[in-house]
């Protein structure tokens, strides 16, 4: 994606009908996972975490983790107080894991 999208991005997605059904549709998937694990505290992944709303909202499930190759990516999640973040390539992830979520480009395994 373009760095300018990123900023687009940014300052449309708490308000957008689209960014807020697909936060909706995520958070309440999340619900229903944890729901399945008997409320344990989730470990969540978000592949491609863009600017880092969703990832943000997800925080109050588990522990989150924010993955995105765009350093402006980083930046404007970091601007949000997202601490977890790793900057690195979706398909050569810089660790091994098992997580009970992981979201990547507004899908949700």
Same mark, same amino acid.
């Given at each position: =994606? =373009?760095?300018?999208?990123?900023?687009? =991005?940014?300052?449309? %997605?708490?308000?957008?009908?689209?960014?807020?059904?697909?936060? %909706?549709?995520?958070?309440?998937?999340? %619900?229903?996972? &944890?729901?399945?694990? %008997?409320? &344990?505290?989730?470990?969540?992944?978000?592949?491609?975490? $863009?600017?880092?709303? /969703?990832?943000?909202?997800?925080?109050?499930?588990? /522990?989150?983790? $924010?993955?995105?190759?765009? &350093?402006? *990516?980083?930046?404007?999640? &970091?601007?949000? $107080?997202?601490?977890?973040?790793?900057? *690195?390539? *979706?398909?050569?992830?810089?660790?091994?894991?098992?997580?009970?979520?992981?979201?990547?480009?507004?899908?949700?395994?």
């Amino acid at each position: =994606m =373009m760095d300018e999208e990123y900023e687009k =991005m940014y300052h449309f %997605e708490k308000g957008d009908w689209w960014f807020l059904g697909l936060r %909706e549709l995520i958070l309440n998937i999340a %619900e229903y996972i &944890k729901c399945k694990y %008997e409320d &344990k505290y989730l470990d969540i992944i978000d592949i491609g975490c $863009g600017t880092g709303l /969703n990832l943000k909202s997800l925080e109050k499930f588990g /522990n989150v983790i $924010g993955l995105d190759s765009s &350093k402006d *990516a980083i930046r404007l999640s &970091k601007s949000r $107080g997202i601490d977890s973040l790793i900057s *690195a390539d *979706a398909e050569m992830l810089p660790f091994v894991t098992h997580p009970d979520i992981t979201k990547q480009h507004r899908i949700i395994f």
